[in-house]
């Protein structure tokens, strides 16, 4: 079984700076897909970004980019100048590649950001 | 906007009585996710679908079931229903293996 572990309950920045949010995970697959969602107060669940584990290259989405360290088994997201509207709860998410698999969660980190 | 569609997006209802959750997966999805977000239990795993069958099942009590229609939307159905069964519920879906997920904007239930 796979274990997503987030360690940062809560974090603050404020707009325009940077902050990092940390993931690590468990897992015995080699072939799998790693996540951030995204939950603001509306409690929508949305995807920012994806990284694929056979990739060496760490993906971006604007202002989002993570750090995928496959061997600490470690999938930090960053985001560059942060803004109001990122407040949110930050998910990361597991799931492997092989069959009809679901995702892992992790229990969350809530990102408030100030002006 | 995700595409997937959940009714209703509230509902309160008593102890022992039972609901359906409603949900249309995003056009062209064969994969349905059922998940339970609780305050104490975060993100759950309940159930999910592949183009009418069972593919996987996580932490989903006997009360509740599903099933996947021929014409791919999906009901998660919770019958005697109990004070901890209060929570928001996700469906999501996905075009099929290693796909990304994408989620509805869910359904809150409140049992008093």
């Known amino acids: 079984a796979q274990t997503v572990t987030q360690s940062q309950p809560e974090m603050s920045v404020q707009e325009a700076e940077t902050v990092t949010l940390s993931c690590t995970y468990d897992?015995?697959?080699?072939?799998?897909?790693l996540f951030w969602y995204k939950q603001p107060p509306s409690r929508q669940m949305i995807l920012v970004i994806r990284?694929?584990?056979?990739?060496?290259q760490n993906a971006t989405e604007n202002r989002f980019s993570v750090n995928f360290q496959k061997a600490a088994k470690s999938f930090s997201l960053k985001i560059s100048d942060s803004q109001l509207g990122d407040t949110a709860m930050y998910f990361c998410?597991?799931?492997?590649?092989?069959?009809?698999?679901?995702?892992?969660f992790g229990k969350g980190t809530m990102l408030l950001v100030s002006p | 906007d995700s595409g997937v569609t959940q009714t209703p997006k509230h509902l309160i209802t008593a102890t022992g009585q039972r609901v359906t959750l409603r949900c249309s997966p995003r056009?062209?999805?064969?994969?349905v996710y059922w998940y339970q977000q609780s305050l104490d239990q975060g993100l759950q795993f309940l159930i999910q679908y592949y183009n009418g069958e069972e593919r996987a099942k996580g932490n989903i009590l006997e009360r509740f079931s599903a099933q996947q229609f021929p014409d791919l939307h999906s009901e998660l159905n919770l019958s005697s229903l109990e004070l901890g069964d209060s929570a928001l519920y996700f469906c999501?879906?996905?075009?099929?293996?290693?796909?990304?997920?994408?989620f509805g904007e869910g359904s809150w239930l409140t049992v008093v």
């Open positions: 999501a879906s996905s075009g099929g293996e290693g796909n990304t997920i994408y």
């Open positions: 897992t015995s697959e080699n072939n799998y897909y």
């Open positions: 998410a597991f799931m492997k590649l092989a069959g009809y698999s679901t995702l892992t």
């Open positions: 990284q694929e584990a056979y990739k060496q």
């Open positions: 056009s062209g999805d064969l994969s």
